[in-house]
């Protein structure tokens, strides 16, 4: 008997399912029917079960069952109709009525009972029943329930059912286009392995594209290489898989040699492999790449459209390979592509950095360029020049006859004489603008702010940035960076702090060096919290801080006192995946040292060496007294021996220190071996460190040497002149 089921399942009847989440008791311990009684409690659907009931008493037949159970939608009746027809004499199940209740049961979740059905289905021995199971993993797999279709996959390998590669392969996609865990696709491949289903190279794919996902690149790469001990050879999907892999993850040369294969094995891929890859290489800056497969997709009849062409111009053009980008440019056009304006800017800002400015204006003569864009493109590369200003005048006024030009065309020449410092040329360029009925925008006005700080006329630039605030404006990025690092050189501190509101209320970003410098000039003030502030307003506008912007902030705290505040800089550094560095490790175990944590200090002078960091040496001098105060200088034992392997770090002082204290500690071994170090360095002890060394010192009297020993070490002229007297030796 054939299916049935792909005909009559509708989505509609499986959604309908979805909603039933009701318990019922699996087949296989059903011994007898129960009839509702006339108390049941849904007496509409106790009535219905009834009808539905003396209707198949007399026309039970596997057709009929099939009907009524796609009409019954409450799955607790459907469950008993299915068990009491199961008792009917001279009835037996098809895989049809196997598959009605098996769906039921899935698309409801409930996947133990499920499971007992399945197994029934099996042991009843009902006709077709790897159809019936490729047909239900198929329909789980449509209504995205792809938890109970691998368990029906399961459940075939368990009674040695083979699945087609091609329901397994269903399976697997859907596995994969659904971005689930990586568990469950590696799961629904070994129950393939297990089957002994040879995977083909579209199983391979999926796999192979998962270990992409999941970053497991080595492991992809292992299977691409022994595909073809699979009897499987990769095809464009394959090669487009990996070198997208590689190339997300910063391995664009490993892509090229998997490139190379595909060459090598002369695989044809498809429209869709090109499409993908050829901007992909553009992006990556790989113009040779780019160009090999535009000629292979050329070669094998695929039509290139013009994202193709407009990636591969830009990337050419940013090589500065304008002879390949014209003619690439010249061959979109005669198949009848219409270029856009952005490709005219990018290979007119190619001839500029060449400078071939006269290439330029002809390539945009000869080609009728009525766009503004390109010829702002040129103008500007005439002003970068430094020394075509008097061309670039001459082009603008060009412009401006052929009606090219906008108040940006304008504004491109101010800031050029800006730049240069020559204020004077950018006003009369501001006039003739007014002149020829241009109206100065906010680019005109970023730009002569950008001219008067170059000359460091702070009260002239901070008039136009008020002119710039009236008008609710944005200045670029680049002036404002400019007017805050001038404002803060001249010592306005607040008129700095004013602009940089106003800028990160508008959602601007200022670049880090230019932030830290006003966060430098706040804190150097004393105004710390006044320096949070404004690294809150940068977390909202987007500005990023550096590990350079939380040490300047951490070290202010510290100087006012406020150690404990400190780590709470620390935590948002933390949070905010910011690396520690020298700096920041020297003020914290400074800060450590003030609130005499001495088993976070030499934690973190082991963490800090651990990197390859070395304290600066009043970092080293505090930390060292306060370990010694607190008699916890073996606590740094280890880091102490990586110190004085490095010549220059220890000082004078430090060892005298050092033998000192650990005596004191009970640790005479390692004084001596410090001693010893000390005196290869032609150091003599001073008094105290030599009087404790040979014993004259009581034990009352070393309880008092943590106490004194900065004072003594100071004081300790006589060890300086023999120190001098050695260095003249």
């Given at each position: 008997?054939?299916l049935?089921?792909?005909?009559?399942?509708?989505s509609?009847?499986?959604?309908?399912?979805?909603?039933?989440?009701?318990?019922?008791?699996s087949?296989?311990?059903?011994t007898?029917?129960?009839?509702?009684?006339g108390?049941?409690?849904?007496?509409?659907?106790s009535t219905?079960?009834?009808?539905?009931?003396?209707?198949?008493?007399?026309?039970?037949?596997?057709?009929?069952?099939?009907?009524v159970?796609?009409s019954?939608h409450?799955?607790?009746?459907s469950?008993?109709i299915?068990k009491?027809?199961?008792l009917q004499k001279?009835?037996h199940?098809t895989?049809?009525?196997y598959?009605r209740?098996i769906?039921?049961l899935?698309?409801a979740?409930?996947?133990q009972?499920?499971?007992?059905f399945?197994q029934?289905?099996?042991?009843?021995?009902?006709?077709e029943?790897?159809?019936?199971?490729?047909?239900?993993?198929?329909?789980?797999?449509?209504?995205?329930?792809?938890k109970?279709a691998?368990?029906?996959?399961?459940i075939?390998n368990?009674?040695n059912?083979?699945?087609s590669?091609h329901?397994?392969?269903v399976?697997?996609?859907?596995?994969?286009?659904?971005k689930?865990?990586?568990f469950s696709?590696l799961?629904?491949?070994k129950?393939?392995v297990?089957?002994?289903?040879?995977p083909?190279?579209?199983?391979?794919?999926?796999?192979?594209q998962?270990?992409?996902e999941n970053?497991?690149?080595?492991?992809?790469?292992?299977?691409?290489?022994?595909?073809?001990?699979?009897?499987?050879s990769p095809n464009g999907?394959?090669f487009?898989?990996?070198?997208?892999?590689?190339?997300?993850?910063n391995?664009?040369d490993?892509?090229?040699?998997?490139?190379?294969?595909?060459?090598?094995?002369?695989?044809?891929p498809d429209?869709?492999?090109?499409?993908?890859?050829?901007?992909i290489y553009?992006?990556?800056n790989k113009?040779?790449?780019?160009t090999?497969?535009?000629?292979?997709?050329?070669?094998?009849g695929?039509?290139?459209?013009?994202?193709i062409?407009?990636?591969?111009?830009?990337?050419?053009?940013?090589?500065?390979r304008?002879d390949d980008?014209?003619?690439?440019?010249e061959?979109?056009?005669?198949?009848?592509?219409d270029p856009?304006?952005?490709?005219?800017?990018?290979?007119?800002?190619?001839?500029?950095?060449?400078g071939?400015?006269?290439?330029?204006?002809?390539?945009l003569?000869?080609?009728s360029?009525?766009?503004?864009?390109?010829?702002?493109?040129?103008l500007?590369?005439?002003?970068?020049?430094?020394d075509r200003?008097?061309?670039?005048?001459?082009?603008?006024?060009?412009?401006?006859?052929?009606?090219v030009?906008?108040?940006?065309?304008?504004?491109i020449?101010?800031?050029?004489?800006?730049?240069?410092g020559?204020i004077?040329?950018a006003f009369?360029?501001?006039?003739r603008?007014?002149?020829c009925?241009?109206?100065?925008?906010?680019?005109?006005?970023s730009?002569l702010?950008?001219?008067?700080?170059?000359h460091?006329k702070?009260?002239?630039?901070l008039?136009?940035?008020?002119?710039?605030?009236?008008?609710?404006?944005v200045?670029?990025l680049?002036?404002f960076a400019?007017l805050?690092e001038?404002?803060?050189?001249?010592?306005?501190i607040?008129?700095?702090?004013?602009?940089?509101?106003?800028?990160?209320?508008?959602?601007?970003?200022?670049?880090?060096?230019?932030?830290?410098?006003?966060?430098?000039c706040?804190?150097?003030?004393?105004?710390?919290?006044?320096a949070?502030?404004?690294q809150?307003?940068a977390?909202?506008s987007g500005?990023s801080?550096?590990p350079?912007?939380?040490?300047?902030?951490?070290?202010?705290?510290?100087?006012?006192?406020?150690?404990?505040?400190?780590l709470?800089?620390?935590?948002?550094?933390?949070?905010q995946?910011?690396?520690?560095d020298?700096?920041?490790?020297?003020?914290?175990?400074?800060?450590m040292?003030?609130e005499?944590?001495?088993?976070?200090c030499?934690?973190?002078?082991?963490?800090?060496?651990?990197?390859?960091?070395?304290?600066?040496?009043?970092?080293?001098?505090?930390?060292?007294?306060?370990?010694?105060?607190?008699?916890?200088?073996h606590?740094?034992?280890?880091?102490?021996?990586?110190?004085?392997?490095?010549?220059?770090?220890?000082s004078l002082?430090?060892y005298?220190?050092?033998?000192?204290?650990?005596?004191?500690?009970?640790?005479?071994?390692?004084?001596?071996?410090f001693?010893?170090?000390?005196?290869e360095?032609?150091?003599?002890?001073?008094?105290?460190t030599?009087?404790?060394?040979?014993g004259?010192?009581?034990?009352?009297?070393?309880?008092?040497?943590?106490?004194?020993?900065?004072?003594?070490i100071m004081?300790d002229k006589?060890s300086?002149?023999?120190?001098?007297?050695?260095?003249?030796?």
């Amino acid at each position: 008997m054939a299916l049935k089921l792909p005909s009559l399942i509708t989505s509609k009847q499986i959604i309908r399912w979805v909603s039933l989440n009701s318990y019922f008791s699996s087949i296989s311990c059903a011994t007898h029917v129960l009839i509702p009684s006339g108390n049941d409690q849904n007496p509409a659907a106790s009535t219905d079960f009834e009808v539905k009931i003396r209707f198949l008493k007399n026309k039970l037949n596997p057709d009929n069952l099939f009907r009524v159970l796609d009409s019954t939608h409450d799955l607790n009746s459907s469950v008993e109709i299915f068990k009491w027809a199961s008792l009917q004499k001279r009835f037996h199940h098809t895989g049809d009525t196997y598959s009605r209740m098996i769906l039921k049961l899935g698309m409801a979740g409930n996947i133990q009972e499920m499971e007992g059905f399945c197994q029934n289905m099996v042991k009843e021995k009902c006709p077709e029943t790897v159809e019936v199971f490729s047909v239900l993993i198929s329909t789980f797999v449509k209504n995205h329930r792809v938890k109970e279709a691998l368990r029906v996959l399961e459940i075939m390998n368990s009674v040695n059912c083979r699945p087609s590669i091609h329901i397994c392969n269903v399976l697997l996609g859907t596995l994969v286009e659904e971005k689930r865990d990586m568990f469950s696709i590696l799961f629904a491949y070994k129950e393939m392995v297990k089957a002994g289903i040879v995977p083909n190279v579209e199983t391979l794919n999926y796999l192979i594209q998962v270990l992409m996902e999941n970053n497991k690149i080595d492991s992809a790469l292992d299977q691409f290489r022994r595909m073809n001990k699979k009897g499987c050879s990769p095809n464009g999907r394959t090669f487009e898989i990996l070198i997208i892999g590689l190339c997300t993850r910063n391995r664009v040369d490993e892509s090229i040699s998997v490139l190379d294969e595909m060459f090598e094995i002369e695989c044809n891929p498809d429209r869709n492999f090109f499409y993908s890859i050829i901007p992909i290489y553009c992006k990556a800056n790989k113009p040779d790449a780019g160009t090999r497969l535009f000629r292979v997709m050329r070669n094998t009849g695929i039509l290139p459209d013009l994202l193709i062409y407009r990636v591969l111009v830009q990337c050419l053009c940013m090589n500065l390979r304008l002879d390949d980008a014209i003619k690439l440019f010249e061959e979109m056009i005669e198949s009848g592509i219409d270029p856009v304006v952005d490709m005219y800017v990018d290979i007119v800002g190619g001839f500029c950095k060449l400078g071939k400015f006269s290439e330029a204006a002809k390539f945009l003569e000869e080609n009728s360029v009525s766009e503004i864009s390109p010829h702002n493109e040129l103008l500007e590369g005439y002003c970068n020049h430094g020394d075509r200003f008097h061309e670039a005048n001459n082009f603008l006024e060009k412009m401006v006859e052929r009606n090219v030009a906008d108040s940006l065309s304008w504004s491109i020449l101010i800031r050029g004489f800006c730049e240069q410092g020559n204020i004077r040329k950018a006003f009369e360029v501001l006039n003739r603008m007014v002149v020829c009925s241009y109206i100065p925008d906010v680019a005109s006005y970023s730009a002569l702010i950008c001219g008067h700080c170059k000359h460091n006329k702070y009260e002239e630039a901070l008039e136009l940035f008020h002119s710039v605030r009236v008008k609710n404006w944005v200045l670029d990025l680049s002036s404002f960076a400019q007017l805050v690092e001038v404002l803060c050189h001249v010592n306005k501190i607040q008129e700095a702090a004013l602009v940089y509101h106003y800028m990160s209320s508008k959602r601007c970003t200022i670049r880090s060096s230019s932030f830290d410098i006003l966060i430098r000039c706040i804190c150097s003030a004393g105004k710390v919290d006044e320096a949070i502030r404004l690294q809150s307003l940068a977390f909202r506008s987007g500005t990023s801080c550096t590990p350079e912007t939380y040490n300047i902030i951490m070290l202010g705290l510290f100087e006012l006192g406020r150690a404990k505040d400190v780590l709470v800089q620390l935590s948002q550094m933390l949070v905010q995946g910011c690396n520690l560095d020298v700096e920041t490790y020297n003020v914290l175990i400074r800060s450590m040292c003030v609130e005499n944590r001495t088993t976070d200090c030499a934690l973190l002078l082991d963490q800090m060496l651990g990197l390859g960091l070395i304290p600066d040496s009043e970092t080293l001098h505090k930390l060292l007294f306060c370990l010694a105060c607190h008699s916890q200088l073996h606590l740094v034992l280890h880091s102490l021996d990586k110190l004085a392997s490095n010549d220059g770090v220890l000082s004078l002082l430090m060892y005298n220190m050092l033998i000192n204290g650990l005596c004191k500690e009970g640790h005479k071994r390692d004084a001596c071996k410090f001693l010893d170090r000390m005196l290869e360095k032609g150091w003599v002890p001073d008094t105290v460190t030599h009087s404790l060394l040979i014993g004259s010192i009581d034990g009352e009297e070393a309880g008092s040497v943590a106490q004194s020993l900065e004072y003594s070490i100071m004081q300790d002229k006589v060890s300086n002149i023999l120190a001098e007297g050695l260095e003249k030796t």
